[in-house]
């Protein structure tokens, strides 16, 4: 659960994420942040998270008590693999602030280590790409499920018999009629977000994107 409760910010956007990973509230105090989560929540390798998970205490040279939360802890479903303690910071603000953020990174990273974890931090860079973007589109179709399942059979059945093909070419393969082919696309999107057919989730999604049978 979170260790604290992000208050209301009237300078930066803050909120609740509607995410179904997350132990507890889903908070963000930035929209950088909620957008981490939006990636988080799309990563079929992620098994859970939680926002705000611990609170890094101790006294500075100069004796004063110093402490610090971090914005997320994430587990994955492969026990190989760590789970990451992630701090969100734009690029301008760690230039700014650097001086008083390093001592707080440096003790997250020992804290990390001592548990386990890896400590990563995460920047617009690394967060606002086209796969966010093909995460933000596509989970609404993920989280309202397959429209019709006959139209997974159909979709899949087609796919597995040409192998790869286009959203655009795939639907045309199933029905001849627009209005069927329309009412094709929303499981479309559903069977591409649920790793149920096979797509490059880097590049921006279009009708005439590659897709392929991961059967």
Known sequence: MPVRTIPKNYRNVTG????????????????LERDLLTLLEFDDSVDSFEVQPVKLEWLSADGRARSYTPDVLAFYRAQSKKPVLFEVKYRSELKEKWDTFKPKFKKAVKFSNQ???????????????????????????????PADEQHMELLCDALRIVKRSTPEQLIA????DEWNRAALIPTLWYLIGTRQIGIELSQKLTMSSPIWSVN
Do not use: N
């Open 173 to 176: 393969k199933v029905f001849q």
């Open 115 to 145: 548990q386990g974890w890896r400590f990563k931090l995460m920047t617009e860079k690394e967060i606002r790409t086209p796969y966010l973007e093909t995460a933000k589109f596509l989970l609404p179709f993920v989280r309202r499920g």
């Open 16 to 31: 609740i994420a509607a995410v179904t990973k997350a132990e507890g509230k889903a908070q963000f105090e930035s929209t």
